[in-house]
């Protein structure tokens, strides 16, 4: 088993940064793979970002290439996401993934751990 504990989540006005972290406790060696989806009010859940933890190979949603950065400390087995040049339509619940598989996608199959979520709000 595998817990995540998400933290980093605030309000913050467009254009600003926000730094999310989530520390991941318990068989971490048995991950391959972490990541960070988002739900927005009245939308369906989607991948955000996801980071291979052996190698660092990152893949992005479009909407946030070049803005957001995903990281991944092996030492302390926590992974980072970095918000840049924040949208309001960036808002929503951020929620920490991991699997112990290889994520070759965004489906949520994928992914056997989640955490509890981060709330990030960004205001026009």
């Known amino acids: 088993q595998v817990q995540l504990v998400e933290s980093g989540g605030g309000s913050v006005q467009a254009g600003g940064s926000l730094r999310l972290s989530c520390a991941a406790s318990g068989d971490t060696a048995s991950t391959h793979c972490m990541g960070w989806f988002r739900q927005a009010p009245g939308k369906d859940r989607e991948g955000v970002a996801r980071i291979y933890t052996n190698d660092g190979v990152t893949h992005y949603a479009g909407s946030v290439k070049g803005r957001f950065t995903v990281s991944h400390d092996n030492a302390k087995n926590t992974v980072h996401l970095q918000m840049n040049s924040l949208k309001p339509e960036d808002t929503g619940m951020y929620y920490c993934?991991?699997?112990?598989?290889?994520?070759?996608?965004?489906?949520?199959?994928?992914?056997?751990?989640w955490g509890q979520g981060t709330q990030v709000t960004v205001s026009a």
């Open positions: 993934v991991a699997s112990l598989f290889w994520c070759s996608d965004w489906s949520e199959d994928n992914f056997n751990y």
